[in-house]
């Protein structure tokens, strides 16, 4: 962002003063932002874009270092991606394997995706006091061991028990894994970045898929796609343990020594709840929205295209590898895009065209037309979805980059957990004649009117919504303010260390 030493009106405080301010900031091409100068004065000024610059020269102003972190976060999350997607591309195998109905395979995704907010407490909360490393580590072999238990449940009802677990052990990789990828990216690359970052979770949905074109359509054969998971996120949490933490992590453990004192982090955990809490129910809100977004549309399109247009294992496999693919492009270039454009702009106009694609998304017959339908409308869903990373980071409390993001992730994607199984529910309550003269469960109709729905709410919401795009991570807040009254009082911290303590909580609060 670029000054234009033109002042502009404070932010808003208040919900609903934040929302108009908000929808009108959105139809005005600079942004508002709040400037520190070097007496600690703030003010509030409009700032114009910087011009966007040549990907290839954003990439290059990230280092070897920077690029191991963000490669080992992509990693992760792919591998995150690929272990859910294992159980959603294969569900009317595991159906048949089980001797059960579509809808209550998904009764597993409901569940995964449940408790996938408590994981993203515990070891979102553990990466940001313990660094970002050990709690990948764990999570990623953990749910390496999860994906084999998966193979060797016996029952319906082991096999609901162990996916259970397995949405705990999930639900901590995300948060952790975005922090560990962002944090080290320089300010004007974040946007490019972070559409590529989010695009794992569409890589990893694409790799499934490979997979399961490739061990072909007979039902014992998604236990081998389990096996090919399994290998990938043990291997990857193998290869976090060969490089070290992040660097954020240890230079705020460096200014903030004093807090590890015990309760100091669940002192400060309460605290930002309390002074952030409108900024958690909005991105609880908005996260809500966009894991209908794609849940919805992704989960059953598999089984809408075996039912409802009578395609074989393969081309509907292909099919859906080929709308995961438009999904990671999309990402990558909206992502990249909403450094120039802004944020929620990017947002707001990838939601609105994803719904204008919707009839073109399931009216088509073939493999041809259901591929190219689906390739575009993914193209922005997940290009709106190529936004989020970053996003979630710079609307984030400062000393809360890794349990943030991850647990309002999470915490939307437990409210909107349900979403696959209702599409299936509605889906096979109602019956629609097909092109060959055959009543089949109506998923086109159920998905096509729920994406809708969903796009519009997530327009709006963004819309009315905060950005902070180009806040600066240079500085991470280590919980210090509780602490530092204390030291001062024992003669621990030094005058100089007073100073270096207060100028960090400072820019923090910015």
Request: some cysteine; hydrophobic content about 45%.
């Amino acid at each position: 962002m670029a000054s234009t030493n033109e002042p502009a009106d404070p932010i808003a405080k208040g919900t609903i003063a934040t929302a108009k301010q908000s929808l009108r900031d959105l139809f005005i091409w600079k942004q508002r932002v709040v400037v520190t100068n070097d007496f600690g004065e703030t003010y509030t000024e409009w700032q114009s874009p910087e011009p966007l610059k040549n990907p290839f020269t954003l990439f290059a102003q990230l280092s070897a270092k920077d690029w191991v972190f963000f490669i080992v976060g992509f990693l992760a999350w792919m591998a995150d991606a690929f272990d859910f997607h294992a159980l959603s591309i294969q569900t009317t195998k595991l159906a048949k394997y089980y001797h059960r109905t579509n809808t209550d395979i998904t009764t597993a995704i409901t569940l995964t995706l449940l408790l996938r907010s408590v994981g993203a407490a515990a070891f979102g909360l553990a990466g940001d006091k313990y660094g970002r490393k050990w709690p990948m580590v764990i999570n990623m072999i953990i749910l390496g061991l999860l994906q084999i238990a998966t193979i060797y449940a016996a029952t319906f009802q082991q096999f609901l028990a162990v996916r259970s677990l397995f949405g705990l052990f999930m639900g901590g990789v995300y948060g952790n894994a975005i922090a560990m990828a962002l944090e080290n990216c320089p300010v004007n690359a974040r946007g490019l970045m972070s559409g590529i970052l989010q695009q794992g979770y569409s890589f990893g949905y694409v790799v499934a898929a490979c997979a399961n074109l490739g061990v072909g359509g007979s039902v014992e054969s998604w236990k081998t796609v389990f096996w090919i998971g399994a290998g990938i996120s043990i291997l990857i949490g193998l290869i976090r343990i060969c490089f070290p933490e992040s660097k954020q992590f240890i230079e705020a453990k460096k200014a903030g020594k004093r807090a590890k004192a015990p309760g100091i982090f669940w002192q400060e955990t309460k605290k930002m709840m309390k002074q952030e809490w409108r900024m958690c129910v909005y991105c609880i809100i908005l996260m809500t929205w966009f894991n209908y977004y794609s849940h919805t549309s992704q989960d059953s399109y598999t089984t809408f295209m075996l039912t409802q247009k009578h395609l074989k294992n393969g081309p509907a496999t292909r099919a859906s590898i080929l709308m995961k693919t438009g999904a990671c492009v999309g990402g990558t270039i909206i992502g990249y895009l909403s450094q120039f454009v802004g944020r929620r702009r990017a947002i707001v106009v990838a939601a609105i065209l994803s719904a204008c694609m919707i009839p073109a998304w399931i009216l088509p017959e073939g493999e041809r037309s259901l591929s190219a339908s689906g390739f575009f409308i993914q193209f922005f869903i997940q290009g709106a979805w190529g936004v989020i990373p970053i996003h979630l980071n710079e609307l984030s409390p400062p000393a809360f980059r890794s349990s943030f993001p991850g647990l309002t992730y999470q915490l939307g994607n437990m409210i909107s957990s349900p979403s696959a199984q209702i599409v299936n529910a509605i889906a096979e309550s109602h019956q629609v004649r097909t092109n060959q003269g055959k009543l089949a469960s109506a998923y086109g109709p159920t998905m096509g009117i729920a994406t809708a729905i969903i796009a519009l709410g997530i327009a709006i919401t963004a819309a009315l919504g905060p950005e902070k795009r180009g806040r600066h991570f240079e500085t991470v807040g280590p919980p210090v303010a509780e602490v530092l009254p204390k030291d001062i009082e024992e003669g621990i911290v030094d005058d100089e260390k007073k100073i270096e303590a207060r100028e960090v909580v400072a820019s923090e609060k910015i």
